[in-house]
């Protein structure tokens, strides 16, 4: 049984080193603060194990996500904004793949059009939007979630960029919060799917111009979700063949030749 | 209103033309059959339309799928084995996006590992195999279903070949079938999801070297599931940004310079 | 098949007999209001049949639902608010029988705590309130559901009651809307289920004290969600012994004693 | 947080004191056989906590669940078959309102017509049945669910009732087993579902002439539902009339005497 769970924030990290005012909210990148708060943050439910955290961002070599680092990863945590188009397809590859492995992926705010979550969840995930530092409260719709432990029925954030339904997502397992916002609108803003062996979930929050990943709210909730995330079992895709169980009544009219040339077609 | 549903029949054609058994059981290709059974077979349910049934395959131009084709196409109903990997990306692309603009998809037996079910689950699509023409018992789990309209309890199929759990799968919206197997597996064989604004339903029968497609009760399913899956809607994918329908308070700590550059940022 | 949907749209009618102002809006009651509506709405969807509504309400004898009227009912529209403690028991196991057989329900508003709705939810239905003629905004969150047919990306109400979650529900099979409420909170208010062989509808909107059943999203929605209910099977319930399908191997420690009794046993 | 679950095994207790046979596998009751077991199998998820097992019958005084009894039970297991009809509804009242709250509820098989079962689902809870001593195979469809921690892909009973589908519930959340019969038919054989903020999973085997409770996969398979469906909150059901977060427009047309006559109406 895991005693640990081993933990990357991976950050396109290039707002945080363009522009001054974020640069001011998050001077180490926004992934640093995550990392911290991770780090910083005991899980609330029974089974929560501390966490080993590490970071990773896009200009690092292979985005800071080889083979090997992936293989001992249990939950990627995943921000990204303006270059989603410069992540290597041959990572997201491998990201999908160990997801579907069983390891847990965090989508954070903007990462909605990641390729990686577009991957994941088949369609084009995309929203309506605006940036006017506006109220943003997010309720608890599933307070028995482990992801909703230790919050109360609601919690707010004063200034965040506004997205609105209709998001084209497939509907989620759970829909653990909908936001309210200022400007009018609603969102499912934290969603819950399974894919393969792995668990996905999406927090809508965390717009780079703003400190909400200094809300302790929101940092509570990705600790929560990296917990829930964090995989059960870790199994490798097959294919196979099998063997009947039971006797299979004998067909005269079939040969095994198309069999043995069916095994080889494929894929 | 729509007052027919323009469907096109893919077929990948290639055991047909190299296998002499294969060629007996479906002279002209297995998308001929399904394609006669279909403008043959009448819709049960209320609103059921006449259909007007195309074929395309893989050795076509464009395999057959071009954008104009595509545009006209209320229901792709898609067969694949052997070379899923010859279909090209770009006309994956193409009959994805459609999907989720509100066409229909039905993908048949071996189109577990094709390329576009893939793209639309975010799986792998895996499960067990065998050929042993062996008995197939599917039972109707939703009866109520559009799918399951003028079927018995159950439906069987004196020789197929064998599709065992685990399917690796989002779970489905609904599962009309589960099949029961002579060698002692059972599948998840009727399954409906909604991706974008489209349908998609996969069903497991239909092997080329039996006469599944010549069966009536699976000539039924996929007459029906093109009726379930035929368009409601048909909405061109955008990501707008909003303007608010309430007023926002003032907060003077912002400018709105940041607001623009992250406008032109947005993928 | 069938050519035309039998409606009954029930009401408790005490409001509008008790208070004067409900009485200026809904002077004949709220179900006439809507019964007028449904009658004057033409479905919008392929297969949307004519319909033929009826009305009944608390005080009549059997509440109008006598076994033979439900027995000819394709969907039955419910709304009740302050005493839904004197609905019979014996006429909810009717109405529940119905539903599962296949008749479709539609539950408005203050019906979240019916008998009927929780009995089919098997949970509490509870929610947060508050009547403070607030704008409430209901938002299209799956624009390709038959019943968001006709609509915008959302639609407003100048004054409702509000709602908001948590709306303790099992998970819809589909959440259509979503509102938004002027005084800060969020609501699922279109939920659609699946139970026995029919179809489930709540729609929030609907306090008596506001002229809601009179606004033409509203009445479009009501209409939509009649012909989605619309029954597709109706099968009455049994629990069958079952001969086997495949021969079971003899098993000589095991006697045929034991299984007559059993079957008497169970329910 | 919690440090230990707190379990009752509640038994018909019927069919052990009637019948020599049924007497034979499970002389001091099924309970008594389900109990030990538990008792004796950790839990193999992280956050699995020990357990501390009660049993209760139908014949104690409020079949053994008194409310203080309920009140500090974390997960109720239950077993009836022949007199259902002879549990009294106030306890069945008593059980959904403590499952609601957070309990978890496992039902074993012929619990499927109990009345706490149809209570929660809605529905019939009907299926076909046959008793022929025939081999059942469970194949675990979701091997990644905690439930299914320690199985292999698949384990079989050699002697078992059979039930096969249609069965009459509400869509599971997760199902996790899909059983294969000797005789033809297939089930779904493990289901979870969400209800208000208790767990619930209905788990098929267990007739109680065979001895499948001293099976050891049966066993793991009880002592891991029972783990999943400890509670993760206790939440008591309130209907509260909200106070508004945000400024409410004045509305001149309305007063608020009708708020308050309201307010006095709602159940």
């Known amino acids: 049984m895991k005693t640990r769970i081993s933990v990357i924030v991976w950050n396109e ?3 945080e080193r363009e ?4 640069a001011a909210i998050y001077p180490e990148g926004l992934h640093t603060t995550i990392a911290q708060a991770l780090q910083a943050t005991p899980g609330l439910n029974p089974g929560a194990l501390p966490l080993d955290v590490g970071t990773a961002t896009l200009d690092e070599l292979e985005h800071g996500l080889s083979e090997e680092r992936l293989a001992n990863c249990d939950v990627l945590v995943w921000w990204g904004h303006k270059v989603h188009n410069l992540v290597d397809d041959a990572v997201v590859d491998r990201v999908q793949k160990r997801v579907l492995e069983g390891m847990g992926l965090i989508v954070l705010h903007s ?9 994941m969840m088949g369609t084009n995930c995309s929203l309506k939007w605006r940036e006017a530092h506006e109220k943003e409260r997010l309720w608890v719709v599933e307070p028995s979630h482990p992801i909703a432990a230790g919050l109360g029925e609601y919690f707010e954030l004063p200034n965040e960029e506004m997205y609105g339904e209709r998001f084209d997502i497939p509907q989620p397992d759970s829909t653990v919060f909908i936001s309210w916002f200022e400007g009018g609108e609603v969102f499912r803003s934290g969603c819950c799917w399974e894919r393969g062996h792995g668990r996905i979930f999406y927090f809508r929050p965390g717009h780079e111009a ?13 600790a929560n979700a990296v917990q829930w995330a964090a995989p ?14 039971e006797p299979i009544s004998f067909k005269p009219g079939f040969t095994n ?9 494929l894929v």
């Open 13 to 15: 990290y290039r707002h």
């Open 19 to 22: 522009n001054a005012m974020v």
């Open 111 to 119: 990462g909605h059009f990641s390729k990686i979550f577009r991957r």
């Open 210 to 222: 703003y400190p909400t990943y200094h809300d302790s709210n929101v940092q509570r909730v990705i």
């Open 232 to 245: 059960r079992v870790n199994i490798v895709d097959v294919c196979p063949n099998a063997q009947p169980l």
């Open 257 to 265: 030749v198309g069999i043995t040339q069916t095994q080889a077609d």
